[in-house]
T-cell receptor, first 118, second 113 residues
Framework: DAGVIQSPRHEVTEMGQEVTLRCKPISGHNSLFWYRQTMMRGLELLIYFNNNVPIDDSGMPEDRFSAKMPNASFSTLKIQPSEPRDSAVYFC????????????????FGPGTRLTVL | KQEVTQIPAALSVPEGENLVLNCSFTDSAIYNLQWFRQDPGKGLTSLLLIQSSQREQTSGRLNASLDKSSGRSTLYIAASQPGDSATYLCAAKLMDSNYQLIWGAGTKLIIKP
């Protein structure tokens, strides 16, 4: 398996532009997570999907952020309009467990998208 | 509120040394604790997962321990190598959540040849 795939790997955009980040989870995984990592705040969970349904979006910073998972093999995280404070590395991770409590439960991370908003 | 702390933030040691990375958590009601490795420009890779009922897990030169009563976990790396240089993060899964991980800020480890 190729692992979790994210695109693009790097994105540089100007303030006010729309940004779309993409993720393909590992085939057969039921859970999908979007994280944001910054030096100041560390790793933060933005949103969690289970079986393509958003379960917890309490970490989404504000209405400028939205995420979708139209099917089991694809998810997007969109920022519109983008701001300089959105600059960070965004990770997508997937997990095989539906309940999240399986004994071998762990999360498999993609390589991340480094977003720079000028 | 569960908090996970990793001290020190950075560590530099000569190759060949045995070393210990520390992770502490404030609430002992955890389901499991995981250690991850992050290489520059890459995602996180799970190294070891310790269930709350376990005291340690081993994988090769890595050994992770868990002491819930004291709110501590340690990652022991034997005979360190330059390839071990990376940032190591620990994450605690809360007992009352089936998905939420509380993350430490990580320890950046540099192994000098």
């Amino acid at each position: 398996d190729a692992g979790v795939i994210q695109s693009p790997r790097h994105e540089v955009t100007e303030m006010g532009q729309e940004v779309t980040l993409r993720c393909k989870p590992i085939s057969g995984h039921n859970s999908l997570f979007w994280y944001r990592q910054t030096m100041m705040r560390g790793l933060e969970l933005l949103i969690y999907f289970n079986n393509n349904v958003p379960i917890d979006d309490s970490g989404m910073p504000e209405d400028r952020f939205s995420a979708k998972m139209p099917n089991a093999s694809f998810s997007t995280l969109k920022i519109q309009p983008s701001e300089p404070r959105d600059s960070a590395v965004y990770f997508c991770a997937s997990s095989p467990s539906t309940s999240g409590r399986a004994s071998t439960d762990t999360q498999y991370f993609g390589p991340g998208t480094r977003l720079t908003v000028l | 509120k569960q908090e996970v702390t990793q001290i020190p933030a950075a560590l530099s040691v000569p190759e060949g040394e045995n070393l210990v990375l520390n992770c502490s958590f404030t609430d002992s009601a955890i389901y499991n604790l995981q250690w991850f490795r992050q290489d520059p420009g890459k995602g996180l890779t799970s190294l070891l997962l310790i269930q709350s009922s376990q005291r340690e897990q081993t994988s090769g030169r890595l050994n992770a321990s868990l002491d819930k009563s004291s709110g501590r976990s340690t990652l022991y790396i034997a005979a360190s190598q330059p390839g071990d240089s990376a940032t190591y993060l620990c994450a605690a899964k809360l007992m009352d959540s089936n998905y939420q991980l509380i993350w430490g800020a990580g320890t950046k480890l540099i192994i000098k040849p």
